[in-house]
């Protein structure tokens, strides 16, 4: 058994890519459930119109259910919103639901608009603590595969960004876009931001293309590529369909196994 320590403070960490099918979705939740695993207290945000996240981690997201959008829009708090995990101890989930696809939008006339998730995770913070709940450990956000007001607001709200980079053709295509998006948000709006960490996705051992991306993107991002790179796996694939993380749906398959590594990696590097 390793030996993980709780973070000083609450880890909030965005995923992003602006590229989709990168496997932002399936990290968040696999990271998320690995770190609930490891015993730390985790919240997921999933700010994906879309709600795959929600649908992965087996929360209920029809268009009544009141959820992230209506925080953002409707001043509605963190309390009002969260669920618990059913088959996750320690991990709960702010869900997603079709009406943010009109958030962005929404939010242009907003006061405070790049800034509403943050101030409502902090207030969370502090209704926890008012309330005698235990700190949360790590924040995931899972970011809609574009950088418009939703996803500058998850930027607002972290400190850390993660990327996961699929590997395969044009890999690195698209992310100076992202950086560049990163750096506006840290002159602007968030000075504290970094890309703490990236995560190899789709990983086939067998393919010389693979190791020729991995090699590709360690020159870019020396430090901050994890060791532990996601496989390629059906198991990863097909958990989202049983509303479960791979971790609760095959615990012993290369796939599981991996995500646990990656996130006890996670922790080793705060
Ligand atoms: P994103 O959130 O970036 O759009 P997803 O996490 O939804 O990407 O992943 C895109 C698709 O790839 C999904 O169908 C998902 O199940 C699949 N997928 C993601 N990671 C893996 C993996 N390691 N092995 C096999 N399939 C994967
Ligand atoms: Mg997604």
């Known amino acids: 058994e390793m030996d ?4 000083p403070e609450t880890r ?18 696999n990271l998320a459930a690995a770190l609930a695993d490891h015993g730390f207290n985790v919240l997921v945000i999933d700010i994906d119109p879309q709600g795959n996240a929600s649908t992965g981690l087996g929360i209920p997201h029809s268009a009544e259910t009141d959820s992230i959008y209506d925080v953002l829009i409707n001043d509605l708090s963190f309390a009002d919103v969260v669920a618990d ?11 997603a639901t079709i009406h943010l696809a ?96 990236i995560l190899l996705t789709m990983y086939d051992a067998r393919t010389n293309l693979a190791a020729q991306v991995v090699e590709e993107v360690k020159e870019h991002f020396p430090t901050e590529v994890l060791e532990t790179k996601i496989p390629r796996s059906v198991r990863i694939a097909e958990a989202p369909s049983y509303q479960q993380s791979v ?3 095959d615990r012993s398959s290369t796939g599981a196994l991996a995500y646990l590594e990656a996130a006890a990696e996670l922790v080793q590097r705060g």
Not at 4 to 7: A, C, I, K, Q, T
Not at 19 to 29: P, Y
Not at 85 to 95: G, I, M
Not at 164 to 172: F, H, K, R, S, V
């Open 85 to 95: 995990c059913p088959d996750v101890d320690r991990l709960s989930v702010v869900p």
């Open 12 to 29: 909030v960490i965005t995923v992003s890519n602006q590229k989709g099918g990168v496997g932002k979705t399936t990290s968040t939740v």
């Open 4 to 7: 993980l320590e709780r973070p």
């Open 247 to 249: 971790i609760s749906y």
């Open 102 to 197: 009109g958030a962005e939008i929404e939010l242009v006339s907003l006061v405070a608009r790049e800034q509403r998730l943050h101030r409502a995770l902090e207030e969370y913070f502090q209704h926890r603590e008012q309330n005698g709940l235990e700190r949360l450990d790590y924040v995931f956000i899972d970011c809609p595969p574009s950088l418009g007001l939703l996803t500058v607001n998850a930027f607002v709200a972290a400190k850390e960004v993660l990327i996961p980079i699929q590997c395969e053709y044009y890999a690195l295509e698209g992310l100076s876009q992202l950086l560049n998006n990163i750096s506006m948000i840290q002159k602007h709006l968030n000075p504290v931001l970094k890309v703490s960490t």
